[in-house]
Structures are given as C-alpha cells and as structure tokens.
C-alpha cells in the first residue's frame, strides 16, 4: 500500500529573487536557535545561529529573525542562487545538548 | 579538513540481523549526536554523548538499539536484532561545546543508509 510521508513545505524562487523560509518552533524555553541546509545525499550543513536575546542576526547573504513573542523563526536569503536549493531545517536547543530539528522546507531555486 | 566519518555509506541486510554503524567524531569535539532521518518523522536525535558519557538516550526507540562511545574517537550505534522500519539514513554530529556552554554548531557526516528487507 502507499505510505503516508513527511511531506515537505515547498518554496520556489527565481534566481537573483529573495527567499524567506518561516519556522514555528514549540518550546518557550528554548534560548538558542540554528538553521541547517541539507543538499541530497549530504548531511545537514550550519549556516547560521541566534540567540534568544536577539532578534536580528545576519550572515552573508543570509539574515535569521526570531519572535518570541509568536515563537517564529525566518530564514532570509538574498539574490537566491541555483547552489541555494535545499531542505532547510530550523533547530532550537532546548537545553543541555539538545538539539531538536523542524521538519524542514524544501527550497527550489528556478534558473 | 577531516570532517565527522561514518560507515557504511550504505547496509542492505536481512531482517533479524546485527547492524553497527559507526562513526569517527572531528578531532577537539567533546559531544557527539546520533540522529536518524526518515521521510516519516524527519530528522529524529536518538542519543548524545559528552566526554563520552551518554547524557540523554530518551530518543533511542527501543531496547534493539544500543549506542557506545569507548573513547574520544569513536562511537558505534548497534540494532540487534534489525527490523524493517528500521530502514532509514543514520547520521552522526560531533560539536565542541564549551563548559556551561549549550551553543555550539553540530558537524554532521555524510550518514548511513540502512535498508532492512
């Protein structure tokens, strides 16, 4: 019979467009929060990081918001590239050594 | 730059038989992560270890899985006996995480495929 998968929110850009990739994450207590990018076959791969007493941090070419208000994450990524396409996951540590991963977006970038 | 190294890349086995995987941590981590991957339940921590010790095995699905860290270099993570739903890519992270520290970006490996027929 068919299975029923994980099936992955799906964004799809223009090269040289913007990306924004939103993720909701679950507990209040958590104090720190990471993006990953997972390309096929490969393991996930750190692209940027923020703390729970920001909520702006910028990298290059990417930039991560955070509310805690609505405990709402966003990836932005500028002038979006082919190599951008990927599943994105956020990830937030929910204390000790825990990291605990979202379900992931899956970005296509259309030449 | 060697990075996080496990094998196999890929294990094709029989139901009812032993799996190990392993995994060789990057030189300097003193943490290292065992994650499994599947398109039903994404990407799941079963276990992590600091200065090898196992903190939390809370996501260890059940008594068939066992991990072990012997030392600073090493990490196996064994199913015994294997079953079906088992299939899915294993990954190994190692991180640096300073005393009193919870931050830290998590280096992961390339993963294990396992399929159980």
């Known amino acids: 019979g068919e299975s029923v998968g994980l099936h992955l929110p799906t964004l799809s850009v223009q090269e040289g467009d913007n990306s924004i990739i939103n993720c909701a994450y679950s507990?209040?207590?958590?104090?720190?929060f990471i993006w990953y990018k997972q390309e096929s076959g490969k393991g996930p791969q750190f692209i940027i990081d923020?703390?729970?007493?920001?909520d702006k941090r910028q990298g290059q070419r990417v930039t991560v918001l955070l509310n805690k208000t609505v405990k709402h994450l966003s990836l932005q990524i500028a002038a979006t590239q082919p190599g951008d396409s990927a599943v994105y996951f956020c990830?937030?540590?929910?204390?000790?050594?825990?990291?605990?991963f979202g379900a992931g977006t899956r970005l296509f970038v259309k030449a | 730059d060697a990075g996080v190294i496990q094998s196999p890349r890929h294990e094709v086995t029989e139901m009812g038989q032993e799996v190990t995987l392993r995994c060789k941590p990057i030189?300097?981590?003193?943490?290292l992560f065992w994650y499994r991957q599947t398109m039903m339940r994404g990407l799941e921590l079963l276990i992590y270890?600091?200065?090898?010790?196992?903190?939390?095995d809370s996501g260890m699905p059940e008594d068939r899985f066992s991990a072990k860290m012997p030392n600073a270099s090493f990490s196996t993570l064994k199913i015994q006996p294997s079953e079906p739903r088992d299939s899915a890519v294993y990954f190994c992270?190692?991180?640096?995480?300073?005393?009193?520290?919870?931050?830290?970006?998590?280096?992961f490996g390339e993963g294990s495929r396992l399929t159980v027929l």
């Open positions: 992270a190692s991180s640096f995480l300073a005393r009193g520290s919870n931050t830290g970006e998590l280096f």
């Open positions: 507990n209040s207590a958590s104090d720190y």
């Open positions: 923020i703390r729970s007493n920001m």
């Open positions: 990830a937030e540590n929910t204390g000790g050594f825990k990291t605990i």
């Open positions: 030189s300097g981590h003193n943490s």
């Open positions: 270890f600091n200065n090898n010790v196992p903190i939390d």
